[in-house]
């Protein structure tokens, strides 16, 4: 999604379970950010520019780091001696190891209700083109140390807002790759309805999106054809990323792939070329064939020109050569 955004994620807002702006969502959206120790990324960047400087009066005592199975984080903090966890994610699976949430600072269960009004928030914020994360705190059962089995009976705290918009020039881009024949496709961990709104203002064409749970379904012979139908493909894990971009080779397209993180390696070892970016992670960039000094789709388009006008060029000198040659040639046979 990068691609085709300006790349400047802000934290658009830290709210409550009810939509309403809420300085205790933001503290332990700061906390998580402040005290997780993986690979640097745009939204927790975000998250601490958009929020006070608090972290130094909190101990972190704990960490589960985030994969691309539970996509969750979660970090175990300590105040005034009492230990909890603060835990930020895509929000479905937040919810998954909640029972409980938090109406206003009473605590409530998370029934069918309450479970429906927070998705379909979720819903509205992602149709516009927000990226939506939630956050929720929890208990460890032993102070001092964490596991994933602690990952439970959780209290929904509220939602972290993030926006990146399209940049000004990516639809021209996009229709100007369009007149060269060349088919551009997202594919992106962001929740399908951001992914079919960026994708719609930038004018990938049919936006219906395939995620990777929808993915996961379907049987490789399913895929190759789902593959030609498809612009978008939406929360979707490194590992569905390259089963999509061999599915697009075994259709016998050329593939170029574009990332910029860790989890693109894979991906860009698979495809016929890997483009990465100058101020992507080291493991990008070393996977990658090209790296771009300049983040922009403009830069492939006129890549691609002057590289057809190379080879235009270089078949033109090997005809010329032949025909001036053949005369020679063929004399020097006869004789």
């Given at each position: 999604?990068g ?6 994620v ?8 009810r939509?309403e ?13 402040a005290f997780q ?34 996509k ?13 966890l ?12 909640c ?6 600072g009473?605590?409530k ?32 059962s032993?102070?001092d ?7 439970k ?10 926006f ?13 790759l369009?007149?060269?024949g ?10 399908r ?11 990938l ?9 929808e ?8 895929l190759?054809?789902a593959?030609?139908?498809?612009a ?11 089963r ?22 894979p ?9 990465s970016?100058?101020?992507a ?8 064939d ?5 983040q ?22 090997v ?17």
């Amino acid at each position: 999604t990068g691609t085709l955004t300006l790349g400047a994620v802000r934290l658009d807002g830290a709210l409550d379970a009810r939509g309403e702006p809420s300085d205790r969502v933001a503290l332990y959206a700061g906390l998580n950010a402040a005290f997780q120790t993986g690979p640097a990324n745009p939204l927790d960047e975000a998250i601490l520019r958009g929020t006070p400087g608090s972290a130094g009066a909190f101990e972190k005592t704990g960490e589960i780091p985030y994969d691309f199975v539970r996509k969750r984080l979660t970090v175990a903090v300590r105040d005034s001696g009492s230990v909890f966890l603060i835990t930020k994610g895509a929000l479905e699976n937040v919810l998954a190891v909640c029972s409980q949430v938090d109406g206003g600072g009473e605590k409530k269960d998370l029934h069918g209700a309450a479970r429906a009004e927070i998705l379909e928030r979720f819903r509205t914020w992602s149709s516009r083109g927000y990226r939506v994360l939630g956050l929720a705190v929890g208990s460890p059962s032993r102070p001092d140390s964490i596991s994933m089995a602690d990952e439970k009976d959780m209290t929904f705290s509220g939602f972290l807002l993030f926006f990146d918009p399209p940049k000004e020039d990516a639809p021209a881009a996009v229709a100007s790759l369009a007149g060269l024949g060349v088919r551009l496709k997202m594919i992106t961990g962001d929740n399908r309805l951001a992914a079919e709104h960026i994708g719609g203002l930038v004018g990938l064409g049919e936006t219906k999106a395939l995620t990777g749970g929808e993915l996961d379904s379907l049987r490789d012979e399913a895929l190759w054809h789902a593959v030609e139908e498809t612009a978008i493909f939406a929360e979707v894990d490194p590992n569905q990323k390259e089963r999509i971009i061999l599915a697009l080779k075994k259709r016998g397209h050329v593939v170029g792939y574009m990332g910029d993180g860790i989890n693109d390696a894979p991906s860009l070892h698979s495809a016929d070329v890997g483009i990465s970016v100058a101020n992507a992670v080291d493991a990008a960039k070393a996977a990658a064939d090209l790296v771009l000094l300049r983040q922009d789709l403009s830069v492939l388009r006129d890549g691609i020109v002057l590289g057809r006008t190379t080879f235009a060029n270089t078949l033109k000198y090997v005809f010329m050569a032949v025909g001036a040659n053949f005369g020679n040639m063929f004399s020097m046979a006869g004789a």
